[in-house]
């Protein structure tokens, strides 16, 4: 079976992250990942970083990718987290680095001035019963 170019594994990420593809996800981050940046705390393996995207799909409806750029063993990937939160869009870019086929670490920025919107949303919806 062929390996996936750095180019196809960070859009394949990209995909699976916008459709909310956990399981896929899962298949494209290595074992030993790291997901770190403009977050509470750093976390380490595969299932605590895919966690971390589970938590936001309850306001996500898609990542728009603005840009990709590759350079060997790593890439810069600029999007829009697109929620149904007040906030709108929110401009993310994550940093990530690549290791045996898979991404073993990822950086994340984003616009953290729409952020507390967006988190008080989370915590509104977490609170409220489901009808």
Not at 87 to 104: K, Q
Request: aromatic share 8%; glycine share 6%; hydrophobic share 45%.
């Amino acid at each position: 079976m062929r390996t996936m170019t750095t180019r196809e594994l960070v859009n394949d990420y990209a995909k699976a992250v916008s459709d909310g593809d956990f399981d896929r996800l899962g298949e494209l981050v290595h074992a030993d990942a790291s997901f770190g940046g403009t977050v509470v705390a750093e976390v380490e393996g595969v299932d605590a970083f895919v966690q971390g995207f589970r938590n936001l799909r309850p306001i996500t409806l898609r990542t728009d990718v603005r840009a990709v750029v590759v350079e060997a063993d790593r890439a810069a990937v600029m999007y829009d987290l697109v929620t149904d939160t007040p906030a709108g869009s929110v401009l993310c870019t994550e940093f990530l680095t690549v290791d045996a086929g898979r991404v073993r670490s990822s950086t994340l920025v984003f616009d953290w001035r729409l952020w507390p919107e967006v988190i008080e949303e989370l915590r509104s919806r977490a609170a409220s019963p489901t009808t």
